[in-house]
């Protein structure tokens, strides 16, 4: 899956195995029309707390990163496109968990094989580890 901008138009184009699948307009992008200078990959969840406690809705699988590959949900071979037009890996990625406790992230670099830079994120909601 890759997300590139359109020279000629400045659209955002989204891609699956290189072929198109829509694109969002350049003018809903105030402040991305010659390209992006940062990149976040991830997941969210909306909590307003609707019974007094965190939310019991999962991100990802519903398991964290520490449980790894066949439990975990991941992103692999991430990758960002140059000036150039030549897909780079990023040299540091920074995670970022608001609530670890809750949901939390795991980055690594796999040499071995063809994972490339990768994540894991995810975990359960609201449970016995994060109560609030």
């Known amino acids: 899956m890759s997300i590139v901008q359109n020279e000629e138009h400045g659209h955002w184009w989204l891609l699956l195995q290189n072929e198109s699948i829509g694109y969002w307009p350049q003018s809903i992008f105030s402040r991305m029309t010659n390209g992006a ?43 960002y ?12 990625l920074i995670p970022q968990a608001t609530k670890p406790s809750c949901y939390d992230v795991q980055v690594g670099q796999d040499t071995s094989s063809d994972g490339g830079t990768f994540f894991y994120f995810g975990g359960p909601g609201y449970s016995d580890i994060c109560p609030t």
């Open 37 to 79: 200078e940062q990149i976040n990959w991830g997941g969210e969840i909306v909590n307003d707390e609707p019974e007094g406690h965190h939310t019991p809705t999962q991100m990802g699988s519903g398991h964290f990163p520490r449980e790894g590959y066949g439990k975990a949900s991941y992103f692999r071979n991430i990758q």
């Open 81 to 92: 496109m140059d000036d150039a037009n030549v897909f780079k890996d990023p040299e540091k």
